[in-house]
Nanobody, 126 residues
Framework: QVQLVESGGGLVQAGGSLRLSCAAS????????VAWFRQAPGKEREFVLG????????AYADSVKGRFTISRDNNKNTVYLQMNSLKPEDTAVYYC???????????????????WGQGTQVTVSS
C-alpha cells in the first residue's frame, strides 16, 4: 500500500516555473513506476509524464516535451515534477500516481495506476 501527497501547486504567470513534489509512504516505493496526470475543468484526465520504476525510461505527453521533467529521489520517497515555460493551457489539477508496474514504458492510461494523490491545483495566468 502506498499513499501519495502532492504539494507545490499555485498561481504563476505564463512563462514561469513551478516544481511539484509528491511524497510517498511505503518502504518499497523504489519499485513503483510513477507518473503525473492532470485534469482541467471540463476535460478528461490526461497523462503528463511518467518514469519507470528503474528510472530507465521516461514518457512525455507531446504538449509538455521540452518544458516539463520528472525526477525521483528514492531515498526521500519523493517524486518531483519540474514545470518550466508554463502556459495558460497547463492550468489543471495535477495528480501524482504510482503502481508496481514492471514494464519497460510507463503506461499512459489512468486505469493502469492504483495509487493516486489528492491532487494539487496549478493555475497559469496569461
Amino acid at each position: 500500500q502506498v499513499q501519495l501527497v502532492e504539494s507545490g501547486g499555485g498561481l504563476v504567470q505564463a512563462g514561469g516555473s513551478l516544481r511539484l513534489s509528491c511524497a510517498a509512504s511505503g518502504r518499497t516505493f523504489s519499485t513503483y513506476t510513477v507518473a503525473w496526470f492532470r485534469q482541467a475543468p471540463g476535460k478528461e484526465r490526461e497523462f503528463v509524464l511518467g518514469k519507470t520504476w528503474n528510472g530507465r525510461t521516461t514518457a512525455y505527453a507531446d504538449s509538455v516535451k521540452g518544458r516539463f521533467t520528472i525526477s525521483r529521489d528514492n531515498n526521500k520517497n519523493t517524486v518531483y515534477l519540474q514545470m518550466n515555460s508554463l502556459k495558460p493551457e497547463d492550468t489543471a489539477v495535477y495528480y501524482c500516481v504510482a503502481d508496481r508496474i514492471q514494464g519497460m514504458v510507463p503506461p499512459t492510461a489512468p486505469g493502469a495506476y492504483d495509487y493516486w494523490g489528492q491532487g494539487t491545483q496549478v493555475t497559469v495566468s496569461s
